[in-house]
């Protein structure tokens, strides 16, 4: 069988081929074309170098080759459009075959969703919701129940407590300041002490000063 015949199928109705198929046909036209242009590519090399060798020489020849030159370059030029073609047509086959097996796993995702909400019932849903919150409130209540030191006989009006340590306090002063009376009331009375008077001296001594200042005062004149 031909290459171009295992390419795209003989007349007879086939089945079709499948994305993977299709895609792997067009990898194999790439690459006998890319390996076409690379032959006329060396081809076109060497008439250009045929050409330049005759030059002058042989005009005739050089024409020649330049002709065959043309042709080839002409086919490279085809070649490569068909390049581009079979390009854009792969990665159109290449998207469009990612396209159905995503839309494949897609649907069968749908399809599991679907059957698993079909064990649920809205309804059920929402009254199973309303369960878990109404048991969640009385939850914290209990919560809050347990951790109230109320239930424990501790509810004691603080303002009272505050009046009696004020009692106790005031108490407690009086008591001092008694306490600071009865030991003044104890201590023993200090006598006042008179002021000293000056003794009156002995006539002797006072005569016996009076001449000795006499004489000093005769001495001193």
Known sequence: MSLVAKLFGSGKKNKAPTPQEGIQRLRDIEEMLTKKSEFLEKKVAAE??????????????????????KRYEKQLQQIDGTLSTIEFQREALENASTNTEVLKVMGIAARALKETHNNLDVDKVHDLMDEVAEQQEIANEIGEAISNPVSFGQDVDEDELLAELEELEEEELSSALLDIKSVTDELPSVPIAEPSRPQPQPRVAQKEEDDDMKELAEWAS
Request: hydrophobic share 40%.
């Open 48 to 69: 250009l170098a045929l050409a330049k060798k005759h030059g002058t020489k042989n005009k005739r020849a050089a024409l020649q080759a330049l002709k065959r030159k």
